[in-house]
């Protein structure tokens, strides 16, 4: 694999996993500070769902895309292009304020939910770009546990402008990953 597609698969992975940043913070506030054990239960949890869902989507594609070999690549930058677009959507939504000192479990999951969608897209179209699973897991694992171990810390901290940065950063990190693929394969 060159460097550029190293770098192009980096930069999506860590544009995709850049939610985890929010779920980690979350877990930290829904689980009271008091049980600690139990909110780096939480996350381990949510870690190794995202590792399969990630593998889910590996698989997914190489049992649907058997006849449609000549397409592979196009079909996997307009899916990745698809992520950066509904993660620039998400972003015009307005952030609905919740006076709730600790978020149910239920808003926790909803939002494993949907990263785990955007994962699943991630190794979807990562097999059909013909990325080898050692490449992926070397690469998204350590994206994944990144998110998650810096969002621990940050528990406490509560900015609008951060979480905007953050996001704006993750489509930007997508949309140049999309690029690079671009250029590798025109």
């Given at each position: 694999?060159?460097?550029?597609?190293?770098?192009?698969?980096?930069?999506?992975?860590l544009g995709i996993t850049a939610d985890n940043l929010l779920l980690s913070?979350?877990?930290?506030?829904?689980?009271?500070?008091?049980?600690?054990?139990?909110?780096?239960?939480?996350?381990?949890?949510?870690?190794?769902?995202?590792?399969?869902?990630?593998?889910?989507?590996?698989?997914?594609?190489?049992?649907?895309?058997?006849?449609?070999?000549?397409?592979?690549?196009?079909?996997?930058?307009?899916?990745?292009?698809?992520?950066?677009?509904?993660?620039?959507?998400?972003?015009?939504?307005?952030?609905?304020?919740?006076?709730?000192?600790?978020?149910?479990?239920?808003?926790?999951?909803?939002?494993?939910?949907?990263?785990?969608?955007?994962?699943?897209?991630?190794?979807?179209?990562?097999?059909?770009?013909?990325?080898?699973?050692?490449?992926?897991?070397?690469?998204?694992?350590?994206?994944?546990?990144?998110?998650?171990?810096?969002?621990?810390?940050?528990?406490?901290?509560?900015?609008?402008?951060?979480?905007?940065?953050?996001?704006?950063?993750?489509?930007?990190?997508?949309?140049?990953?999309?690029?690079?693929?671009?250029?590798?394969?025109?």
């Amino acid at each position: 694999m060159t460097l550029s597609i190293q770098i192009a698969v980096l930069l999506i992975s860590l544009g995709i996993t850049a939610d985890n940043l929010l779920l980690s913070k979350m877990s930290v506030n829904t689980i009271a500070f008091t049980k600690s054990k139990k909110a780096v239960l939480l996350l381990f949890v949510l870690f190794t769902i995202q590792l399969q869902v990630i593998k889910y989507g590996y698989w997914t594609a190489a049992l649907v895309t058997s006849s449609i070999k000549n397409q592979d690549k196009w079909i996997a930058l307009t899916m990745l292009f698809s992520i950066a677009v509904k993660m620039i959507h998400e972003f015009k939504i307005e952030i609905i304020r919740n006076h709730k000192t600790f978020p149910d479990l239920d808003d926790f999951l909803n939002i494993v939910l949907a990263s785990s969608v955007y994962l699943f897209v991630l190794g979807f179209a990562l097999s059909l770009l013909k990325i080898e699973p050692f490449s992926i897991c070397e690469t998204v694992i350590p994206c994944l546990l990144f998110f998650l171990s810096i969002g621990w810390p940050l528990k406490y901290f509560n900015s609008v402008k951060a979480i905007h940065l953050i996001k704006i950063s993750a489509i930007v990190m997508i949309f140049s990953g999309v690029i690079i693929f671009l250029i590798n394969t025109i």
